[in-house]
């Protein structure tokens, strides 16, 4: 900095030369960002005021057709509430356990924490659209879960899980919350971490039993996190598709259909010709409840941390 | 005394329940290994009578995982690259350097994330086909390299603003510029950072599904893993053995992967709540 008064001129020309770098060095990134997100993101909203099949050009502007059309459509509402009842069970079996699992595994004295956290962590990175083959298999009415009650002695005829709506919604819910429970986990874990130990240490003088020190210290301070936690599963569930898409295809008669599945159904594998133009309506409405939610559950991670947290950006300053 | 049946109770609950946890993964690679008809006749016994490679000879071979395999991996790695490159150079530019505009950048960056997007894998399909890449790999890279990768720009904006201007400043006395300093002084103190976003990345990339469906709709020579299990599974039905060792070819790689990379994935994954 003191460089700078005393050499003007020729730091000047150091700095412009800084800037140009640092323009070229964003450049690619911002051509990718606007080419291949921002493009992407407007057309899916100009796809859905025509009515088009997905070839030739687009020439039928229909206006709100689309979404006139959609909002009678029973089917739609039917995958809108599949969708929120697979969220809402997502994210209470997905927090709820991850909470235990995580206070659990932030015990000091507890050993073999890494391997723990390694093996809870593990479905994570599997892949989601195998993991509903392999599942579709065990679960199967031949499958090793059915044979696994029978040798233990708890059914006697094999059930059919996934041909069942309630079953198959219900093993959608516990499938797809083994498999992220590891991510939330962490999070989870990390919050625990910046609870810092003089607390602990305070209430141990004070005489806390550990019961008490978890219903009146940790779970407290866990609430700016835990709003941010909610956040992100509910919205990360909300757009839920590789699972059912290959665990359930929606079946049994729609009853797992959620709404990306719909969308897909409409664009990609229709009964009769593709229907870009509303499955893109389909994905707009998709996308201004998914902007909703989060904008409410937003407002409560502000409202419970107050201004001291922000979910993103807390990088830059 | 109460404390150690406590902690007891506890490692043999985490026990059970982590086998339980863990069991899927250990019945398709036991399941990979058996013949199909001992796969109906042994029930839940999980330990094969002896190991049959039959299975990963039929799936790499007659139904093409070879082909699903290099695909992934070509796939993955390109767009590993391509995006920790990206946000490696925008992560410098934005956490080392005051220019002009940097704040309005951050700003529409930001904002642009949090609108509403709409089905945007169609106008991706769409523009991969005016650019003439719909049958081809590298259209897929493209398409999985796109995104605006905030947390990783994030990570490396933090990292690269935490490097002290002295570091920069004795580059810039033995005549190094900017590019220089940045790439041979810099760049390697950045390796966790680099790990970090690089394993994370991989994980994404060799478990996206949607993307490399609808891209390779109708190619399917270009399929990945994800995508051609899918297929498999449509046209051997009851190859139920093939199927365990499709699977345990995509899951196995990863999985491996993670055990050894697991540090830099989970400090990411804790990076991304705060």
């Given at each position: 900095?003191?460089?700078?008064?005393?050499?003007?001129?020729?730091?000047?020309?150091?700095?412009?030369?800084?800037?140009?770098?640092?323009?070229?060095?964003?450049?690619?990134?911002?051509?990718v960002?606007?080419?291949?997100?921002?493009?992407?993101?407007?057309?899916?909203?100009?796809?859905?005021?025509?009515d088009?099949?997905?070839?030739?050009?687009?020439t039928?502007f229909?206006?709100?057709?689309?979404?006139?059309?959609?909002?009678?459509?029973?089917?739609?509402?039917?995958?809108?509430?599949?969708?929120?009842?697979?969220?809402?069970?997502?994210?209470?079996?997905?927090?709820?356990?991850?909470?235990?699992?995580?206070?659990?595994?932030?015990?000091?004295?507890?050993?073999?924490?890494?391997?723990?956290?390694?093996?809870?962590?593990?479905?994570?990175v599997?892949?989601?659209?195998?993991?509903?083959?392999?599942?579709?298999?065990?679960?199967?009415?031949?499958?090793?879960?059915?044979?696994?009650?029978?040798?233990?002695?708890?059914?006697?005829?094999?059930?059919?899980w996934?041909?069942?709506?309630?079953?198959?919604?219900?093993?959608?819910i516990?499938?797809g919350?083994?498999?992220?429970?590891?991510?939330?986990?962490?999070?989870?874990?990390?919050g625990?971490?910046?609870?810092?130990?003089?607390?602990?240490?305070?209430?141990?003088?004070?005489?806390a039993?550990?019961?008490?020190?978890l219903?009146?210290?940790?779970?407290?301070?866990?609430?700016?996190?835990?709003a941010?936690?909610?956040l992100?599963?509910?919205?990360?569930?909300?757009?839920?598709f590789?699972?059912?898409?290959?665990?359930?295809?929606?079946?049994?008669?729609?009853?797992?259909?959620?709404?990306?599945?719909?969308?897909?159904?409409?664009?990609?594998a229709?009964?009769?010709p593709?229907?870009?133009?509303?499955?893109?309506?389909?994905?707009?409405?998709?996308?201004?409840?998914?902007?909703?939610?989060?904008?409410?559950?937003?407002?409560?991670?502000?409202?419970?941390?107050?201004?001291?947290?922000k979910?993103?950006?807390?990088?830059?300053? | 005394?109460?404390?150690?049946?406590?902690?007891?109770?506890?490692?043999?609950?985490?026990?059970?329940?982590?086998?339980?946890?863990?069991?899927p993964?250990?019945?398709?690679?036991?399941?990979?290994?058996?013949?199909?008809?001992?796969?109906?006749?042994?029930?839940?016994?999980?330990l094969?009578e002896?190991?049959?490679?039959?299975?990963?000879?039929?799936?790499?071979?007659?139904?093409?995982?070879?082909?699903?395999f290099?695909?992934?991996?070509?796939?993955?790695?390109?767009?590993?690259?391509?995006?920790?490159?990206?946000?490696?150079?925008?992560?410098?530019?934005?956490g080392?350097?005051?220019?002009?505009?940097?704040?309005?950048?951050?700003?529409?960056?930001?904002?642009?994330?949090?609108?509403p997007?709409?089905y945007?894998?169609?106008?991706?399909?769409?523009?991969?086909?005016?650019?003439?890449?719909?049958?081809?790999?590298?259209?897929?890279?493209?398409a999985?390299?796109?995104?605006?990768?905030?947390?990783?720009?994030?990570?490396?904006?933090?990292?690269?603003?935490?490097?002290?201007?002295?570091?920069?400043?004795s580059?810039?006395?033995?005549?190094?510029?900017?590019?220089?300093?940045?790439?041979?002084?810099?760049?390697?103190?950045?390796?966790?950072v680099?790990?970090?976003?690089?394993?994370?990345?991989?994980?994404w990339?060799w478990?996206?599904?949607?993307?490399?469906?609808?891209?390779?709709?109708?190619s399917?020579?270009?399929?990945?893993?994800?995508?051609?299990?899918?297929?498999?599974v449509?046209?051997?039905?009851?190859?139920?053995?093939?199927?365990?060792?499709?699977?345990?070819?995509?899951?196995?790689?990863?999985?491996?992967?993670?055990?050894?990379m697991?540090?830099?994935?989970?400090?990411?994954?804790?990076?991304?709540?705060?």
């Open positions: 900095m003191a460089k700078k008064i005393k050499n003007g001129n020729g730091i000047s020309k150091y700095n412009r030369n800084k800037y140009i770098w640092a323009y070229i060095f964003i450049l690619p990134q911002i051509i960002f606007f080419g291949f997100s921002l493009y992407p993101i407007v057309m899916s909203y100009v796809y859905s005021f025509y088009w099949s997905g070839i030739g050009p687009l039928n229909v206006g709100l057709k689309n979404y006139s059309r959609i909002l009678t459509e029973s089917s739609f509402w039917n995958a809108f509430g599949n969708t929120f009842v697979y969220t809402a069970g997502f994210t209470v079996v997905s927090i709820s356990i991850a909470l235990i699992l995580a206070l659990v595994l932030n015990n000091p004295n507890l050993k073999g924490r890494g391997i723990y956290r390694t093996v809870y962590f593990l479905p994570v599997t892949t989601m659209a195998i993991i509903g083959i392999v599942m579709q298999n065990i679960f199967g009415t031949q499958g090793f879960f059915n044979e696994f009650l029978k040798a233990i002695g708890l059914i006697d005829q094999s059930i059919s996934l041909s069942n709506p309630v079953l198959a919604m219900i093993l959608l516990i499938i919350s083994w498999k992220e429970i590891g991510i939330t986990m962490i999070y989870w874990l990390t625990l971490q910046m609870i810092p130990r003089e607390v602990y240490e305070a209430a141990k003088i004070d005489g039993g550990s019961w008490q020190t219903r009146y210290i940790t779970l407290p301070l866990l609430k700016p996190i835990g941010t936690i909610l992100l599963t509910v919205v990360s569930s909300m757009r839920v590789d699972l059912v898409k290959t665990l359930t295809e929606g079946g049994p008669y729609f009853a797992t259909e959620t709404l990306e599945l719909y969308i897909y159904r409409f664009a990609f229709p009964d009769g593709s229907q870009v133009g509303f499955a893109s309506a389909a994905g707009v409405i998709l996308g201004l409840t998914v902007f909703i939610v989060s904008l409410i559950l937003g407002w409560v991670v502000y409202k419970v941390s107050g201004q001291k947290r979910p993103l950006g807390g990088g830059i300053k | 005394m109460k404390n150690r049946t406590a902690m007891f109770m506890t490692h043999t609950l985490l026990i059970v329940f982590g086998i339980i946890w863990i069991y993964f250990i019945w398709m690679i036991s399941s990979s290994f058996k013949t199909n008809s001992t796969f109906l006749t042994s029930g839940i016994n999980p094969p002896n190991i049959h490679w039959d299975n990963y000879i039929r799936a790499w071979e007659v139904a093409n995982f070879s082909g699903y290099l695909n992934s991996v070509i796939i993955t790695l390109s767009t590993v690259l391509i995006v920790i490159t990206l946000s490696c150079l925008t992560g410098y530019a934005l080392r350097v005051k220019f002009p505009g940097r704040k309005v950048i951050i700003t529409i960056v930001v904002a642009l994330m949090f609108i997007s709409g945007t894998i169609i106008p991706l399909y769409e523009l991969m086909k005016m650019l003439g890449l719909s049958d081809s790999i590298f259209g897929v890279v493209l999985e390299s796109s995104g605006a990768h905030i947390l990783f720009i994030l990570l490396f904006a933090a990292f690269f603003s935490r490097v002290p201007q002295e570091v920069e400043d580059a810039a006395i033995d005549g190094a510029g900017f590019f220089r300093t940045f790439a041979k002084i810099v760049l390697p103190t950045a390796k966790p680099i790990a970090t976003a690089a394993i994370m990345q991989f994980v990339t478990s996206s599904f949607l993307v490399p469906l609808v891209l390779t709709l109708n399917p020579e270009l399929r990945t893993l994800a995508v051609g299990m899918l297929s498999f449509g046209r051997y039905q009851t190859d139920w053995t093939g199927m365990a060792a499709g699977a345990s070819i995509s899951l196995v790689p990863v999985i491996l992967i993670f055990i050894v697991q540090r830099y994935f989970i400090e990411g994954i804790s990076g991304s709540v705060k």
